[in-house]
């Protein structure tokens, strides 16, 4: 089958930093589906896992987690799919990625593509979904039947993968007060049309700007971009019990003494931590990804998709990774097909 991959790990504009490469069909065993890949998005994590390094790999690293698609097989265990069925996913970061014509996944991991999008729609949605939703829904506990309506939470990184569906999460779900940081006129724009009431500019001093909206003190934030220029901001601008949930780790140490004061919460959210321990509740992303497109299906949320950039070929990667690499990507980027 078709796949793009690496072998040795290289700056983007190397030549072999991603090769069109032909390798052998899985096949699908235990819970796994044997999906066939008809779109896919790029996301951080693809460029940070190639990011260059001395490791040579002696078969094909294969990238892309973000996936619509169809099952084609199923292994002895799988119940809640069958061949046939239109899927979207994320998947497991230590596992082999999606750019490829055929993937396997484990069935707990998987939700329904919804059925009102193209694949390459679908696509955009599944890693930045579950990041969003876990984080928002679970690590910080905001009710997403709306029990805390009205209160206020401010999403650091708006403008991309993550925060264009946070925002929507906030607003339509949890009907929270959005304030989203955009640093330019067209990600300003865009968050305010996925719906945001306020915009903040996150290349300047918060608190401020968060002061002169009449809002000084943020019950919940969404750290969705690199934490370090945050957290000395932190304790200003949450409020007394507030709660702040972070998605980019960090090799520094982290000085979280100073939210003390206000007994703020302090959380990460990863979603590949489900699929890479296996946990009980792992399942969880299934029920995550079919309510969501039960939710795009009855217009509560849309796609976050803003460029399809064609065949899923190296070239075309290669151009994806470079884009994600200049952090000013808005909303997803998506390719399709082989
Ligand atoms: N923990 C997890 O499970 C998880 C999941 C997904 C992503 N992530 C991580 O989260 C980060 C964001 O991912 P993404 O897919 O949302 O990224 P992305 O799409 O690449 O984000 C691009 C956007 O970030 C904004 N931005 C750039 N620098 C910023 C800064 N210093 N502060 C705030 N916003 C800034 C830009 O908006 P402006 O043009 O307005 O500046 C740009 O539109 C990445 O590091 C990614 O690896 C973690």
């Known amino acids: ?33 044997l999906v066939e890949v008809k779109a896919i998005a790029v996301n951080p994590v693809d460029y940070k896992m190639r990011a260059p390094k001395d490791q040579v790999e002696t078969t094909p690293r294969i990238l892309g987690w973000d996936v619509a698609g169809v099952v084609r ?28 014509e055929l993937h396997l996944v484990d069935e707990r991991i998987v939700g329904r593509k919804p059925t009102t999008l193209s694949f390459a729609e679908a696509a955009a949605l599944p890693l930045t979904t ?68 306020h915009v903040v500019d996150h290349t300047q001093p918060l608190a401020p700007q968060l002061a002169a909206l009449g809002t000084a003190e943020m019950d919940y934030v969404l750290c969705l971009s690199a934490i370090e220029p945050y957290v000395a901001q932190f304790p200003a601008i949450v409020a007394p019990q507030g709660k702040i949930c972070a998605i980019v780790g960090t090799s520094k140490p982290l000085d979280l003494g100073p939210l003390m004061a206000k007994s703020a919460t302090f959380a990460w959210e990863l979603m590949f931590t489900r699929p890479a321990y296996h946990t009980a509740d792992m399942i969880a992303q299934h029920a995550i990804l079919d309510e969501a497109a039960a939710l795009v299906e009855k217009g509560v949320l849309r796609t976050t998709m803003t460029a399809n950039l064609g065949r899923i070929d190296a070239a075309n990667l290669k151009r994806a990774h470079a884009l994600l690499e200049g952090g000013r990507v808005i909303g997803k980027l998506v390719l399709e097909g082989f």
């Not at 040795?8 to 490469?21: G, K, N, S």
């Not at 690590?139 to 999403?155: E, Q």
């Open 1 to 33: 089958m078709k796949a793009v991959g690496l072998y040795r790990y290289l700056p983007i504009d190397h030549p072999e930093a991603l090769l069109d490469l032909d390798v052998p069909a899985p096949t699908a065993a235990g819970h796994d589906l």
């Open 73 to 100: 097989a199923a292994g002895g265990d799988v119940t809640l799919f069958k061949p046939g069925d239109a899927v979207h996913y994320a998947g497991a970061r230590m596992r082999q990625g999606a750019n490829s």
């Open 130 to 197: 579950l990041t969003a939703w876990e984080g928002m829904f679970e690590r910080i506990g905001i009710s997403k039947a709306g029990a805390h309506a009205g209160r206020s939470v401010l999403v650091i990184g708006g403008a991309g993968g993550v925060g264009s569906i946070a925002i929507q999460l906030a607003k339509q779900l949890a009907r929270l007060t959005v304030i989203a940081t955009a640093s330019r006129p067209e990600s300003t724009a865009w968050v305010r049309d996925l719906g945001a009431d």
